[in-house]
């Protein structure tokens, strides 16, 4: 793989790929990496979400890729501008980790999976079906999504190197 | 009442050097904890008060995916905020090899008694800092149990921002570098206040916003 075929997902940020290209987030802790995918089209998708909804959101301007609720939307529109049909579309999801435990009943303290929550309600309202998620846990974990087969590669510091 | 979504219009640069004076005077104490805990001279450097964007905040401990380890709590009370000590691996087990005087075994695992040690050092810098930054500005601050983590820095620094990311992609920090010696850096030392926190400390210290 070489570098130029890697296209950086930063946090709160999406981004769309497709053909040889790479989409790659990292270091996701309680932030979920939601990939969307078609396989006709070899279209793909990744958002690096932050925040379960924007109903919280006192931003000036919205950043929609932050939030579950919008990003995905948000996802589901720029792929179909590549090429990629709605109804094809299946996903997958890693992250939504707890990396710190706390006896605190902050509710700051769940964002993760409450994270993950946000993001599966949202794919069921755009019936996207769900093959695989790598979620939970208390450690960090990095991804790249490889728009020609679908592959969903996930490292982290504890347990290696994992593909779904 | 201020419009916190715009920090950095509220924030002048007297007040940056208010969360400066704030941020000397907590790492100085926690630097002299530090010091009498190792028996060795520990020096600090300059606090720095920056709005940064997100990523930039990863960068600056060597990026989201450089594994560290981080001593992190939460400060509750009238400014809660988040607070991070963050150590690179090398450093953590010189730091333990000085302070428990066992040889530290040079593989990556921690025992469970390196790991309690470095919890107990990151409790009492954060107890020093914050005391002194209660003092200093008559507020009430505590600190959460500290809760320790060995990962990426993306993984566990994005937890300390999500205050922020309500209000956009930057956070204000106060970043304290700590040294040792003829040594590079040691350690970070972070204080995040919660976006409301700011208006707080600046009236408990009696600086008008600009």
Redesign the interface.
């Known amino acids: 793989m070489t570098q130029e075929n890697i296209i950086k997902v ?3 940020d999406l981004n769309v790929a497709r053909q040889t290209e790479v989409l790659k987030t ?6 979920v990496g939601v990939t969307l995918y078609d396989s006709r089209s070899k279209v793909a998708g990744m958002a690096h979400v ?2 379960p909804s924007s109903e ?5 301007s919205l ?1 929609i890729a ?1 939030y579950a609720d919008t990003a995905i939307p948000e996802l589901i529109k720029r792929m179909e501008q590549l090429g990629a049909n709605i109804n094809k579309l299946e996903a997958k999801l890693a992250g939504g ?1 707890q ?6 009943n ?1 509710d ?1 303290m769940r ?1 993760g999976p409450r994270n993950v929550e946000s993001c599966k309600e949202m794919l069921n309202r755009y019936k996207i079906p769900i093959l695989a998620e790598d979620t939970g846990a ?5 991804i790249e999504f490889y728009s020609e087969t679908g592959v969903l590669v996930i490292r982290s ?2 347990l290696g190197v994992k593909e779904m | 009442m201020n419009d916190f979504s715009h920090l950095e219009d509220f924030l002048g640069d007297f007040q940056l050097d208010v969360l400066k004076e704030v941020g000397n005077i907590g790492a100085g104490h926690a630097a002299t904890a530090l010091s009498t805990l190792l028996d060795k001279p520990i020096d600090m450097l300059v606090p720095k008060v920056r709005m940064l964007p997100f990523e930039e905040i990863c960068e600056s401990v060597g990026g989201a995916e450089t594994v560290v380890l981080a001593i992190f709590l939460r400060v509750e009370g009238d400014a809660p905020g988040n607070m991070f000590f963050i150590l690179d691996l090398v450093a953590a087990k010189n730091m333990l090899r000085d302070l428990v005087g066992l040889s530290i075994s040079d593989h990556e695992e921690y025992s469970e008694l390196e790991l309690s040690a470095l919890n107990e050092i990151g409790n009492i810098l954060a107890g020093s800092y914050l005391s002194s930054l209660a003092d200093f500005t008559n507020l009430n601050m505590q600190p959460t149990v500290p809760a320790l983590a060995i990962d990426m820095a993306g993984a566990i620094l994005s937890y300390g921002l999500l205050q922020f990311g309500q209000m956009g992609d930057q956070a204000l920090l106060i970043d304290t570098k700590f040294l040792e010696g003829e040594n590079e850096v040691q350690g970070h030392f972070f204080l995040i206040p919660d976006p409301e926190s700011f208006g707080k400390i600046f009236s408990a210290l009696g600086v008008v916003s600009p």
């Open positions: 930063g946090m709160a990292t270091g996701l802790g309680s932030c932050m925040l919280i959101a006192r931003e000036g950043n932050k980790a990396m710190f435990a706390f006896a605190g902050n700051t964002i208390n450690y960090g974990r990095t510091v504890q």
